[in-house]
């Protein structure tokens, strides 16, 4: 009989396993251990220690650890959470601790509070409840002793149970193993102890945002800082993640296993060193696996199939970030039923110099990684060409019901077509349609305010084109969702909302010349004047306050700085002494041949003169809108990587407007996808072309970069596609006649905004972004 499975579980991409024995469930275990049926004895690998200690002292220890003092107490917020019965909902599959080993009358767990220093992480920002004024960082810890369940590891590890007996009264000499009666093993192993972050409680909300990073012990590294390895490194890492997700509002979890040396131990792990370092040719990644399967026989013996218990015991069904780089762990815990939504490998930087063979090694072995490791990749996933390609290898798996997240029904695409033909019919009846442009939010009562206010500027027409694409610039890169409350007041006293209201806010600081650094000439923009503004300028700008607040203020801000940097590098694009957007205009002039360029040639001043905008991922990779999705990895570097370029698209298609009003023609736009964001998105889950396997999913928050989101963008890039054939079909044109820009004008993102707003109150997209503003 097998477990029930998560939605994640039954995706076919996971792995359905027996995750235990439903004759001898933890319950089972639990009472077994309370009437003394077991096998082992307590204490772990302390207990011939608590031998010698009863021997010398005469006391009965064992009889004492069975005794609580007045003093002792539960951790309320930890007791409460393991009450709740969503937590305890798959308990009865654990089978390597007990999960009611709080209350037990021997504890095989205990929590306590305490404050964590760490000289790495004193730049943490002191909030006064994760991390306190002293920069300790506040956390409730918890121990747990194995006790494993021999039918329910038989059945998890698909291995015969008269075997699994056999060799470990061969490693113990126990009798009692032998005796099938006695089903609970005390085992005389390590335990694992489990780091909290942030407020436990939260953990069996399904919104809550959860990082996780499970360690195994390594003692030289973790406590000594040896550079063989990178586990302190991560560790430590992991640890700042964990602590920013509480920070946001969310749990951090780190689960510390006893596994010294890949649970071979340390002296097998110092053997294989040396013999790393001394074979002939030195230490490297091709042999790194090969010494320790000839010195210890396996390369492995940690058994990840059982880890995930700490996390089901926790009731954890959801990991927004999986700080590891392990397949093995990953398949582990997916196996297991719980969804990962992003992973997230150690930065470059904080790997020693003589750790770099272990990260060879483990990559080429299949462990994860977001470094892109050379220029080739990085100019394959930076072309046009490559967002429509990638796309499409998730939608590949889309149609074949291979998908993660999302099943997919294109019989409903025609209900997607014909909202978007009735939106076109209404706002477009003479089929006029303009391009899907960051212009049309600049259009207000039929009149644009940006031609209107260009006509006023006294310059050549070139300068003009070089202002508006000053301002166009600025305003796509901060047009990412400005969340459900916030809103813009106008001079006139109107009311603006979204991207019209980001629009409107950033026109007004342009025409004040906030961007500009000579006030002689307010109306442009470029590097100095981008580099003075601060963060009041933005709140002031934007009206951003307690009851009036915008989502990612910090983070367009640092857009803005990044601008300026991208600006001064990249002289080819944007000039040199004033490095401004719009000199991208005098770039593409001198790559026109008679009137014509070719859409490349504007992307690349985008793509490459802008990279420096884009933040960097935890992982400290800078890459901007480009997202690692795990089920199209193989062995070639980089094939697990999907672009979207969302925000630099959206830049392409807002600066080609005034080029082409210049006169320029530009060619091969047939290059440029559909924007990967959520009003176009949302238009497929609620015509119900895309449909999350997990319900939960539609009242859930997921980062950017989660496979779900990465599934969802995918799809909506290759299903814009179909809607726009579906589209020229209706009305009988040509992909000349009505491009794509026009279908998403007239238009997709229009009809997704419809929709949402006949079925959800205020009109938010089906699915939740947590947005910094630097992509949505």
């Given amino acids: 009989m097998q477990a029930p499975q998560s939605p994640s579980a039954k995706s076919p991409t996971a792995k359905p396993i027996k995750m235990h024995d439903p004759a001898y469930t933890a319950h089972d275990l639990h009472k077994d251990v309370e009437d003394g049926k077991y096998a082992g004895f307590f204490g772990g690998c302390n207990a011939p220690f608590h031998a010698l200690a009863e021997a010398r002292c005469g006391n009965d220890l064992a009889k004492i650890h069975m005794q609580r003092t007045k003093d002792e107490h539960l951790i309320q917020a930890l007791d409460d959470h393991l009450k709740k019965p969503a937590t305890q909902s798959r308990w009865a599959e654990i089978v390597s601790l007990d999960p009611y080993g709080m209350w037990s009358s021997r504890p095989t ?61 061969r490693y113990t000499q126990n009798d009692r193993i032998l005796d099938k009666t006695n089903k609970a093993y005390v085992v005389p192993i390590g335990g694992v102890t489990a780091y909290f972050f ?23 590294s973790d406590v000594f800082g040896t550079d063989i390895c990178t586990c302190r490194p991560y560790l430590i890492f992991a640890i700042q993640g964990a602590v920013e997700c509480a920070q946001r509002g969310g749990v951090g979890v780190v689960a510390y296993f006893r596994k010294e040396g ?18 002939q040719g030195g230490d490297r990644p091709e042999t790194y696996f090969f010494h320790t399967e000839s010195i210890a026989g396996v390369r492995d013996a940690r058994f990840q199939e059982l880890m995930p218990d700490i996390l089901l015991w926790l009731g954890i069904k959801r ?25 997230i490998s150690i930065p470059d930087d904080l790997v020693p110099g003589a750790a770099q063979i272990e990260i060879k090694a483990k990559v080429s072995a299949g462990y994860h990684t977001e470094s892109i490791s050379t220029e080739d990749i990085n100019k394959q996933i930076r072309s046009l060409e490559a967002v429509r390609e990638r796309s499409n290898r998730v939608f ?79 305003a796509c890169l901060l ?21 019209e209201g980001l629009a409107t806010a950033v026109f007004d600081m342009f025409l004040s010349g906030q961007f500009s650094s000579d006030e002689a000439v307010p109306h442009r923009v470029n590097s100095l004047g981008l580099k003075k503004l601060e963060l009041s300028a933005i709140q002031k700008g934007f009206q951003v306050s307690k009851t009036n607040p915008l989502v990612g203020v910090k983070g367009r801000l640092g857009i803005l700085h990044r601008l300026a940097e991208a600006l001064e590098s990249s002289p080819e694009f944007f000039g040199t002494e004033i490095c401004r957007p719009g000199y991208i205009v005098d770039y593409v002039n001198k790559h026109t ?60 298609l807002s600066i080609m407007e005034p080029l082409i009003e210049s006169g320029i023609k530009i060619d ?12 176009n998105g949302g238009l497929f889950i609620d015509t119900g072309v895309l449909t999350p396997r997990n319900p939960a999913a539609l009242n859930s928050y997921f980062d950017v970069g989660s496979e779900l989101v990465i599934e969802w963008r995918a799809c909506t890039i290759c299903l814009l596609d179909l809607v726009a054939e579906g589209v020229r079909k209706e009305f009988n044109l040509t992909e000349a006649q009505m491009p794509l820009p026009k279908v998403l004008e007239g238009g997709t993102w229009r009809a997704g905004r419809i929709i949402a707003a006949e079925l959800r109150k205020g009109g938010p997209p089906p699915i939740h972004i947590r947005s910094d503003g630097t992509v949505f």
């Fill in 396 to 474: 590949e798996l889309a149609k074949r019901g291979k998908l993660v997240h999302f099943t997919l029904d294109l019989s409903k695409l025609p209900a997607a077509v014909e909202a978007v033909v009735k939106s076109i019919k209404t706002t477009y009846p003479k089929l006029n349609i303009p391009f899907h442009s960051r212009m049309r939010h600049f259009e207000i009562d039929g009149v644009n305010t940006v031609h209107q206010i260009s006509q006023t500027w006294r310059c050549d027409p070139t300068e003009r084109t070089r202002r508006v694409i000053d301002l166009i610039t600025v």
């Fill in 668 to 679: 091969d736009l047939h290059l440029c996808t559909g924007l990967a964001e959520y009003r």
């Fill in 479 to 499: 047009d990412a969702g400005a969340g459900p409350d916030w809103k813009y007041v106008d001079a006139d006293g109107n009311t603006r909302v979204r991207s």
């Fill in 198 to 220: 942030g407020d436990i409680r939260k953990l069996s909300d399904p919104r809550t945002e959860v990082a996780v990073r499970v360690h195994d012990e390594c003692n030289g």
């Fill in 319 to 343: 990991i927004d970030w999986l700080l590891s780089m392990s397949s093995d762990k990953y398949d582990a815990i997916r196996n297991a039923g719980i969804e990962v939504m992003q992973r």
């Fill in 109 to 169: 767990m205990a929590a306590t509070t305490a404050t964590m220093y760490l000289e790495e992480l004193k730049g943490l920002p002191h909030d006064g409840t994760v991390v306190g004024e002293d920069g300790g960082i506040r956390i409730v810890k918890c121990a747990v002793d194995h006790i494993w369940n021999i039918p329910g590891m038989s059945a998890r590890l698909s291995m015969p149970e008269d075997a699994i007996r056999d060799k470990l009264y």
């Fill in 262 to 279: 890949r649970a071979l131990g340390e002296c097998t792990k110092f053997r294989v060193y040396n013999a790393r370092k001394s074979q």
């Fill in 593 to 652: 041949v008679d009137g014509h360029v070719s859409v490349k040639v504007i992307w690349r001043a985008v793509i490459e003169g802008l990279q420096l905008v884009w933040p960097t991922t935890l992982s400290g990779v800078r890459r901007g809108d480009v997202w690692s999705y795990n089920p199209l990895k193989t062995s070639v570097p980089g094939s697990d990587l999907v672009p979207f370029h969302k925000l630099s698209q959206w830049l392409l």
